[in-house]
């Protein structure tokens, strides 16, 4: 009994103190070894000072247990461990220092905190944030889509340790890259955006994004659907051939998504019967061109059998497709022929060496067709030339000068040659051009002469109602001075002038002129009757202005018009003459005398008497 209670006291003795020590002055500190690349080893120490635990626990801040090691003699081994460290954590031991090495960490560590604590006194340590650095995880993201869809974005989302990226783009159809540059990428952070302006059939494929975050790469890919209406991409506007054979046209189409009804009708009249015309479709490869890169997709083909194709098969068809959007491709299909002739031949901007020749191409019936122009002289061929198909004008040079030409036009193909279509022209003279500047120059100066005339007409004309005039006697108008106009064009043609001659003047027939002269004070009113031409002078103040009358003549020789008496005092002749036109008559004859005071010119004609009283005023 006295033994047992000195074993006690010697225990207290011993122990106390240092249990009193280490709770005063002990440390528990947490190393790493992060960052550390997933799936590498992550070493976790817990250094112990004034401690003299047995061992050492690891947890995770939410107080989830990773393992505990424990000290057994000179070395180390695991104690109750936990599931972050289940078979995968080894320990060491250096005095005082408890190590756990957990190897393949993942992930999963990346961001985690974590503490050690001594199992003794249960001091717990500082807490560390583990770094595990690991590539990216990409997801790409994007609907399938329409053609003619804009601003259509395919968006790829990066996740890693660092979380810095770099991103590379690829557009591939099968085994073949169409893309791997593009114009539209917008790039930050964890997100990478490719933007198409405006969606076509060449989008479609598989989209691959890359991401590197310099641990290492990661990537994400999708296929893009594109729909749209179906095309023809083996195909003809014409199809030719020849009349009582067996004949097969095929048609070539794509259609994103697959059809769902082919079919073909006709345009100008019912289709032939199944006996005389089979249409079949199939599924077929096709070559398209995709960013000019050729590619290998899923078409259709349509067969149309005619087994005997005759005259009245030729006519407009038209492919009809139905996928999700409607499609019509029309076709001809026609007999081989000659071509039908030309039209609308035109020549056109002739000078004295060269001309235009052009016309309007009709349809060549199923051959290409060509053009022939052939210009002749008098002297032979001077032009033959032949112009391919898409020629419509052309222009013959070398010509000669003012000389005439024929022009023969055809049109040429396989089958034969169209009918004949002719013209003709002449080329100019040399002095064309002159003459046509002559002209134009000779017109432009009498219009300015003309307007010039005007001009001073009306500055006379002014300046004269201004200034008073001679005195004159007023007459009173009457019918056979009413409404008389004054020709104020020869008003200064002078003492020296002289008679022209009228356009008939030396013949029978026609118009003759005879002048009359007017004292410088007298007034003279013409008037005309239907049977009479009357001509009086008044004393009085008149300016010098000019006059005329007409006078007609008869198939009888008679004069249509009786003139009243002239009275012409007898006074000197001014600067001014009065002009009376007169119609020539085999018995009549105008007599005028300077100084007679009067003279009368006596016409006998039945006709004219019988008009007589009807006045019109001549101006």
């Known amino acids: 009994m006295i033994i047992h209670r000195m074993e006690v006291i010697l225990f207290v003795a011993t122990i106390l103190p240092c249990l009193c020590m280490g709770h005063s002055d002990t440390r528990v500190r947490l190393t790493t070894t992060h960052p550390v690349a997933e799936g590498g080893s992550l070493i976790l120490s817990c250094s112990l000072t004034n401690d003299t635990s047995t061992h050492a626990a690891f947890y995770f801040k939410n107080r989830t247990a990773i393992g505990t090691v424990r000290r057994a003699g000179n070395s180390c081994q695991n104690g109750t461990t936990g599931q972050a460290c ?27 905190r974590v503490y050690c604590h001594t199992g003794h006194l249960s001091v717990a340590s500082n807490t560390t944030e583990i770094t595990v650095t690991y590539g990216p995880e990409v997801d790409l993201v994007f609907a399938n889509t329409t053609e003619n869809t804009t601003n259509f974005h395919l968006n790829c989302k990066a996740s890693g340790e660092p979380d810095q990226y770099t ?37 479609m494929g598989t989209y691959e994004c890359k991401a590197n975050n310099g641990n290492r ?14 095309r023809a991409i083996e195909a003809q506007q014409r199809y030719v051939t020849e009349k009582d054979i067996s004949r097969d046209i095929n048609i070539t189409f794509v259609s994103f998504p697959k059809p769902v009804n ?16 089979s249409v079949n479709v199939s599924s077929v490869p096709v070559t398209m061109s995709f960013y000019n890169k050729n590619v290998s997709v899923d078409g259709y083909r349509v067969e149309l059998h005619f087994s005997k194709f005759e005259t009245k098969h030729q006519g407009r ?16 299909i026609a007999i081989s022929d000659k071509p039908d002739s030309p039209t609308y031949l035109i020549i056109a901007q002739i000078t004295d060496s060269s001309a235009i020749i052009s016309w309007t191409p009709m349809d060549d019936n199923g051959n290409s067709q060509t053009f022939t122009v052939i210009c002749r002289n008098s002297g032979g061929i001077q032009t033959n030339v032949t112009l391919n ?11 000669d000068i003012s000389t005439k030409y024929h022009v023969t036009l055809y049109a040429s193909n396989v089958k034969g040659t169209s009918v004949h279509v002719t013209s003709s022209f002449k080329t100019k003279s040399e002095n064309t051009t002159t003459g046509n500047a002559a002209i134009i120059g000779g017109a432009v100066g009498t219009v300015a002469g003309v307007i010039l005339i005007i001009g001073l007409v009306a500055v006379l004309r002014r300046r004269r109602r201004h200034q008073p005039g001679p005195e004159a006697t007023e007459e009173e108008p009457d019918d056979d001075n009413d409404g008389m106009k004054l020709n104020v064009l020869y008003e200064s043609a002078g003492p020296n002038y002289l008679q022209q001659p009228g356009p008939s003047t030396g013949s029978q027939s026609g118009d003759v002129y005879a002048v009359v002269q007017k004292p410088p004070k007298s007034r003279a009113n013409v008037t005309e009757t239907h049977g009479n031409a009357e001509v009086h002078n008044y004393q009085g103040g008149v300016p010098e202005l000019a006059m005329y009358a007409q ?13 009243e008496d002239v009275k012409i005092p007898k006074q000197e002749v001014p600067e001014s003459s009065v002009y009376s036109e007169v119609k020539k008559t085999r018995k009549a004859k105008l007599a005028k005398e300077e100084g007679v005071a009067k003279e009368d010119i006596e016409v006998a004609d039945a006709t004219g008497r019988q008009n007589k009283g009807q006045h019109e005023d001549l101006s």
């Open 262 to 277: 082919t079919t073909i009708l006709r345009l100008d009249s019912a289709l032939p019967p199944h006996s005389e015309l």
């Open 217 to 230: 790469e990661g990537n994400d890919r999708g296929f893009l659907s594109v729909q749209g209406r179906p």
């Open 167 to 203: 991103y590379r783009w690829k557009h591939t159809f099968g085994s073949t890259v169409i893309r791997d540059t593009f114009d539209n990428v917008t790039s930050s952070g964890s997100v990478s955006t490719l933007t198409i302006p405006k969606v076509t059939y060449q989008d």
């Open 317 to 332: 068809y038209m492919l009809y497709v139905l996928n999700t959007y409607t499609y019509h491709y029309n076709f001809d």
């Open 551 to 563: 006078v007609q003549k008869t198939e009888k020789g008679k004069v249509e018009k009786d003139a």
């Open 86 to 112: 289940y078979r995968r954590c080894s320990c060491t031991r250096d005095g005082s220092s408890f190590s756990m090495n957990i190897s393949n960490v993942n992930r999963s560590w990346n961001k985690a």
């Open 389 to 399: 198909h898409s020629v419509s004008s052309y222009t013959i040079r070398n010509l």
